[in-house]
C-alpha cells in the first residue's frame, strides 16, 4: 500500500498502577523485524493490523484478535502481572504528509474497542500537544460509508477511489478495504497457502478476489462491468415491458373475438411491421383478417 505510511507504533499497559509497554520506530523503506521464536513478531504485525481496524484478517474482530499478553496477563521479571488496561497508538502518514495518530484501546479504559481516536499532528513526534481529536466507528454498519465510519476516513486519508461492486443478494456496496489489505498482509499460519488466504467471505460480494485483484493492478474491468449491469437491467426492463403489452394485446383480441397473429413473448432482434403482433379475426374461407380489414365491413 504505497500511500501508507508506519511511522511509529507504542503499546501501552497498565497493571497495578503501573505503566509497561514498547515503542517501535519504522523508517521509510523496507523494514525487517528480527527475533527469536515467541520473541512477538507477529505480535507486532498483529497489533499493526488491530490498530488499523482490520483484524477480520485474523479471522475474528475485537481484542479477541489479540494474544493474551495484550488482554489478560504478561510476564515481566519472571512475574506474572495481570492487565488492567491496554491499548496501542500508531502514527501513520499518507502519501501528501499528512500525519495522525491513531488510538485504539484493547482492555479497560474508557473508551469502546470499536472506536478509534484520530488525532491530527503537524509532526511525527507522539509527545507533543495534539490537536483536534476525534471518533469514528467500527465493525458497524456503515463504517465504510458514512463520515464517522473509521474505514472511510481511512479509505480518503490514503487516496482510494474505491469501486462499487455487487454482493450474491444484487446490492452494490463499496470494495471493503479489509478485502483489500488482505493482499498486503500474510497470515504465519495459513497466509503461505495462497495469495488471498485471509480475505473473509462474510461480506457476501461477488467475485470477490477477482475484484480485489483488478483494482489493485487498475484493470478498467470495473468500469465495463457496471455497464454490463446497466444494459442487462435495461435489458431485464424492456422485456418485463413487452411481456406486459403482449399480455395486454391479447386479452384485448380476446374481449373482441380476435387472436394475435403470432404466439410469442419474447422481444425480437430486430423489430419491423412483419413481426409485430397484429390483431386477426376470423373471416370467409377458413381466413384470417385484419383489424383495418374487419372495420371496413362495417363501412
Request: glycine share 6%; with cysteine.
Amino acid at each position: 500500500m504505497k500511500n501508507l505510511f508506519i511511522q511509529k507504533l507504542e503499546i501501552h499497559i497498565n497493571s497495578n498502577g503501573k505503566n509497561y509497554g514498547c515503542s517501535y520506530a519504522f523508517e521509510s523503506g523496507l523494514n525487517i523485524i528480527r527475533g527469536e521464536s515467541s520473541s512477538g513478531k507477529s505480535t507486532l504485525a498483529n497489533v499493526i493490523i488491530y490498530g488499523l481496524g482490520l483484524e477480520i484478517l485474523l479471522g475474528v474482530k475485537g481484542p479477541q484478535s489479540m494474544t493474551p499478553a495484550l488482554r489478560e496477563r504478561f510476564e515481566f521479571v519472571k512475574q506474572e502481572l495481570v492487565i488492567d488496561e491496554s491499548f496501542i497508538e500508531m502514527e501513520i502518514k499518507n502519501h501528501q504528509n499528512k500525519c495522525i495518530i491513531l488510538r485504539r484501546q484493547i482492555k479497560g479504559g474508557k473508551k469502546d474497542h470499536k472506536l478509534i481516536q484520530v488525532i491530527t499532528k503537524k509532526d511525527s513526534n507522539l509527545s507533543k500537544e495534539p490537536i483536534k481529536p476525534q471518533y469514528f466507528f467500527l465493525h458497524d454498519p456503515g463504517s465504510a460509508q458514512r463520515i464517522r465510519g473509521f474505514h472511510n476516513y481511512l479509505a480518503k486519508l490514503l487516496g482510494l477511489d474505491l469501486p462499487i461492486v455487487q454482493t450474491y443478494k444484487f446490492n452494490e456496496v463499496p470494495l471493503y478495504i479489509e478485502c483489500l489489505f488482505s493482499l498486503f498482509f500474510v497470515e504465519q499460519y495459513k497466509g503461505w497457502r495462497e495469495i488471498l488466504a485471509t480475505l473473509s467471505t462474510q461480506y457476501g460480494i461477488r467475485d470477490m478476489g477477482k475484484r480485489v485483484i483488478e483494482y489493485i493492478i487498475a484493470l478498467d474491468v470495473y468500469e465495463n462491468e457496471k455497464k454490463r449491469e446497466q444494459i442487462n437491467k435495461e435489458l431485464f426492463r424492456l422485456q418485463e415491458k413487452w411481456s406486459n403489452s403482449f399480455y395486454l394485446l391479447r386479452s384485448f383480441a380476446k374481449e373482441i373475438k380476435g387472436i394475435l397473429n403470432i404466439q410469442i413473448k419474447k422481444i425480437p432482434k430486430e423489430l419491423s411491421l412483419e413481426n409485430l403482433p397484429k390483431v386477426l379475426f376470423y373471416g370467409e374461407n377458413d381466413e384470417y383478417i385484419t383489424i383495418e380489414e374487419k372495420k371496413e365491413e362495417f363501412n
